[in-house]
Every structure is written in structure tokens, then in C-alpha cells.
């Protein structure tokens, strides 16, 4: 078995999830009855898709990422603990032997619960987003020692997410315009409680009313107003903040020449990766179609969810324009929250994918969702700044990583700085048999009282968004 999860955890990492959600896609496909030439050509659509958006993202990364550490160094600010991404994350979490363990335990827990029809999503079509579960069984595990009791936290996050994914399901697939598709990465879509709650409180102070959003700005603004737009004026923002100190020196065209690059890529960026995205939506067409002729053949036939990974949404224009937007109000907060130890750095431009759940349950509303994103990931900085040593240990200890000069703590300001991940992760590890019980009869209350109500939260959340039209 040892053998077997290594060998596992070795093709994870040696391949990535650009070519597993692929291949992935072309066995759900063929299973689907899609024909062998369309669901090869639907695996390489989705391939190439997410190869772009790595592509993408990755060159913003290398264009942000300085002018950021520059906007820190002209504060005088001193955080402690660098984010160093998602990517090192990833890399950390398939490394640990924890990690190995539960990969193989969530395959076979993610398939088992879908074809007894305990869940209608397809939760093992994004398998590589499972290393967000792992990162904190590996911490609970660096703190006590106790591989039962690590395996059980992921197990019970694993289970509340599915829930939140099922919940969501519809209102994101509608939203993201994904038929039959959901988002179950872990690291998102424990915000959904928040969120929902936060939608109702913003609706019932008048956020309805802010008309901040792609399409209301491009209408009033014309040409000003278009995302391309947006990312201009934001990115200069970003760029003039970043080189602010030698903009007016003997340095001056050097400084001014990286601020208009930050505008310039920042434009691009919401230009390309829409156009990426819907490269990597029309992968899924086929098996879409597939999909709707059995149901219709049989009126029997459960409705279920496929889950494809977080890229899909980050493209959308109000998703991308939150993200940018919050690029500047997640550094500074990180600035002036107490007890905040924490510098957002590598993860900053993954922030679209962090707001997409507010955005498809605000219905594209920006104004919403800059204030949940705020204060969710805001509270998630300060949270988490206890645990930071604890990450650092399990980095470290994997022999793949190694801490950055400056440093005195590591972290993944995208996939660890979540209060409810947190939250679950304290309960098991200082709450007892008493706090875990706890969780597992609220998971239970919400699973029953969700399954006799599907329909009706279905309906509650697409009237919701109704309310407002973005």
C-alpha cells in the first residue's frame, strides 16, 4: 500500500494537474458515451486551457511580485512571515507522508460517496486540489504526532466542503456559465456560509444599489469602463504606489517604465484570460451534452455536478476586477491589523480565484464582494499568524523548501489564511472529543436539513442573485 500512495503521490507531482484533470476528463467522457475523437479533443481543450492560465499567471506573478515587495519596502513595514504561494504549497503538501496517506483515502472516499448517491458532485474530477486538506493534516500531525487523528481532520473538511460544494453548486455553474460544473477547491468555498449570510447583511444595508460592476461600468464609462480598462488604471495604481519613491529621481524613467509595465500587464491580464477560460469551458462541452441527453432519456436520472478546477471562474470580469481591486486593500490591511504577523506576496494575484464565491452568490455585485473578501481574508491574516511557525516546520521538514532570507515563517496566504479551515483545524487540535463531536452533529444537522431542502436552497440563492443584476 506504501508502495502503491508513493507511486501516486510521485505522478501527482511529476505531472501536475495539467495533464491528470485531462486525462481525468477523457475517461468521464468515454464513460458519458462521448465519442473517442471528441472527448480526446475535449482533454487537450482542457489541457491547453489550464497550461494557459498557469502561462498567464505565472508572467503576472513575475511583473507584481516585485513591484509589491517595493511598495513594502517604502512602508518601512516588517511582517514576519512571507507568502511564499500556492505553488510551494502544493509542492510541500505532496511531500509529506500524511499527505500521501490521504490522497489515496480521498480518491476512494470521493467516488464511494458519489456513486452511492450520499453527494451529486464528482468531486475526484479536480483530485489535485486535495493538497489543501493535506497541508493541514500535515500540521496536525507536526503538532501531535497522531496520524488517526490528522487523517480525521482532513477527513471531517473534506466532508463539510463537499456539503458547501453541493450547496453552491448550482449558483457558481449558473454564474460562471458551466452547466452541470461546480468548484469544489477546499481553500474557496469554506467562505460559503460567510458569504451567504454577508450577501443578505450587504442586501438589507443597500449594497443592491452600489451599481458597481463590469457591465454598469463599461455603460457609463464607455471605453473607460471596460475591463481592459479597469486594469489599466488599477495596475498604474499599483505601479506608481510600488516605485513611488523614485519616481521623481535620478532612477525616474526606470521607475516610471515599471509602473506603466505593472498597467500594461494588469490590462492584459483581464484581456487574455478571459479568452483562456473560454478555451478551457468549451472542454467541457461535449460531455455537457452527453450529460443532458441521459437525463433526458431518463427521467429518473439524478442531476450531478462535475467539478473542474478554480481557473474557470478567475477570467469573469467582475471576478477579476475584485481580485485586482483587493491587490492593494489585502497589503495594506495586512499593514494595520493587530496581531497580524502575516505579508500576502506570491498570492496576491490569486485573489480572483479567492472572491469567486463571493461573486457568484452577490451575482457579480463588486461592492459586495470587496467587503467580504476583505474582512473573510482579513480575518484569516490574523488567524493564522499563530500557526505560521507550525507551517514553516512541516516546509521545512519535507526537505523541499527551504525559508527565504529575511523570513522568519513561511505560508500560502491563498490556500491557508481561511478562518473556517482554521477553525476545524483548533477544534481538533485543542477542542477535544467534546469539539469534534461537536463538528460531526453539525455536519450531520446541516447534511439532513440540506437534502429534505435542496430545491429550496437552490431557489434562495438564485433569487437572491436575482435581486441583483450584474
Not at 37 to 47: H, R, T
Not at 220 to 242: D, Q, R, Y
Not at 301 to 313: E, K, P, T, Y
Not at 402 to 415: D, K, M, R
Request: proline content about 3%; charged content about 10%.
Amino acid at each position: 500500500m506504501e508502495a502503491f500512495l508513493n507511486t501516486l503521490s510521485g505522478i501527482f507531482g511529476a505531472f501536475g494537474s495539467g495533464i491528470i484533470i485531462p486525462i481525468i476528463l477523457f475517461i468521464l467522457s468515454k464513460v458519458m458515451g462521448v465519442d473517442t475523437k471528441k472527448a480526446f479533443n475535449s482533454a487537450l481543450l482542457c489541457g491547453v486551457g489550464l497550461t494557459g492560465f498557469n502561462l498567464v499567471i505565472n508572467s503576472y506573478s513575475g511583473v507584481i511580485a516585485p513591484v509589491v515587495q517595493s511598495m513594502v519596502d517604502n512602508t518601512g513595514v516588517h511582517l514576519s512571515t512571507i507568502d511564499t504561494g500556492w505553488q510551494s504549497t502544493s509542492i510541500i503538501a505532496y511531500s509529506t507522508t500524511v499527505g500521501i496517506l490521504f490522497i489515496g483515502v480521498a480518491i476512494a472516499l470521493q467516488l464511494i460517496l458519489f456513486f452511492v448517491g450520499y453527494t451529486d458532485v464528482f468531486m475526484a474530477s479536480d483530485l489535485w486540489n486535495n493538497y489543501s486538506f493535506m497541508v493541514w493534516g500535515s500540521m496536525l500531525y507536526a503538532l501531535t504526532k497522531n496520524m488517526l487523528l490528522a487523517m480525521a481532520l482532513m477527513v471531517c473538511q473534506l466532508f463539510y466542503i463537499l456539503l458547501f460544494s453541493e450547496m453552491c453548486a448550482l449558483r457558481w455553474g449558473t454564474y460562471y456559465e458551466y452547466d452541470g460544473c461546480c468548484m469544489t477547491a477546499p481553500h474557496h468555498l469554506e467562505s460559503f456560509p460567510f458569504a451567504v449570510l454577508m450577501d443578505w447583511i450587504l442586501t438589507k444595508l443597500g449594497f443592491n444599489k452600489i451599481k458597481i460592476n463590469a457591465a454598469d461600468l463599461q455603460k457609463k464609462l464607455g471605453l473607460l469602463g471596460e475591463p481592459m480598462m479597469i486594469g489599466l488604471f488599477v495596475g498604474l495604481l499599483i505601479g506608481l504606489l510600488g516605485e513611488w519613491p523614485f519616481l521623481f529621481g535620478a532612477n525616474a524613467m526606470n521607475a516610471w517604465g515599471t509602473a506603466l509595465g505593472v498597467a500594461i500587464n494588469t490590462a492584459a491580464i483581464m484581456a487574455v484570460f478571459p479568452k483562456v477560460a473560454a478555451i478551457f469551458a468549451s472542454a467541457f462541452t461535449s460531455m455537457s451534452d452527453a450529460y443532458k441527453s441521459k437525463a433526458a432519456a431518463s427521467a429518473k436520472n439524478r442531476r450531478w455536478f462535475l467539478s473542474v478546477n478554480d481557473a474557470c471562474g478567475y477570467g469573469e470580469t467582475n471576478t477579476l476586477v475584485t481580485g485586482v481591486l483587493l491587490i492593494p486593500i489585502m497589503l495594506f490591511l495586512s499593514f494595520i491589523l493587530p496581531g497580524n504577523n502575516v505579508l500576502p506576496m506570491a498570492d496576491l494575484c490569486a485573489l480572483p480565484y479567492m472572491v469567486e464565491v463571493f461573486v457568484c452568490v452577490s451575482n457579480g455585485n463588486i461592492a459586495k464582494s470587496i467587503v467580504m473578501g476583505a474582512i473573510w481574508f482579513g480575518l484569516g491574516l490574523i488567524l493564522f499568524s499563530q500557526l505560521a511557525p507550525t507551517f514553516t516546520e512541516v516546509a521545512v521538514g519535507t526537505g523541499q523548501f527551504t525559508v527565504p532570507e529575511g523570513a522568519l515563517n513561511v505560508c500560502s496566504f491563498g490556500i491557508v489564511c481561511h478562518p473556517l479551515m482554521i477553525a476545524l483545524f483548533y477544534a481538533f487540535y485543542k477542542g477535544g472529543i467534546v469539539a469534534i463531536a461537536a463538528l460531526v452533529v453539525v455536519y450531520a444537522v446541516l447534511y439532513v436539513w440540506f437534502r429534505k431542502n435542496k430545491q429550496k436552497v437552490y431557489d434562495y440563492l438564485e433569487n437572491n442573485a436575482a435581486a441583483y443584476k450584474a
